[in-house]
């Protein structure tokens, strides 16, 4: 630490305009866009596809999830080394 000086360092993401104005810019499209119901309604579809994915499946055992966040369940093998 005795090497960096007072105005050496600039980190990634401190005090950096253009990325506190790119954030603003995210935050207002997604308060305007609707996208959480966008995200839910795409995910009920993804959800069921899956379901049927899963259900013909040898190695997944369910799909769970909310919105666009959906895992697919794996069967727990055990591995042999």
Do not use: W
Request: charged residues 20%; positive net charge.
């Amino acid at each position: 630490m005795e090497v960096i000086r007072p105005g050496q360092y600039d980190s990634t993401f401190g005090c950096n305009p253009i990325a506190a104005a790119v954030a603003i810019s995210v935050l207002e499209v997604i308060s305007a866009g609707e996208l959480a119901d966008n995200a839910f309604n795409l995910g009920a579809i993804f959800r069921m596809e899956m379901d049927r994915f899963y259900k013909t499946s040898k190695i997944a055992t369910s799909v769970r999830g909310k919105g666009l966040l959906n895992p697919l369940i794996i069967k727990n093998h055990s591995i042999r080394i």
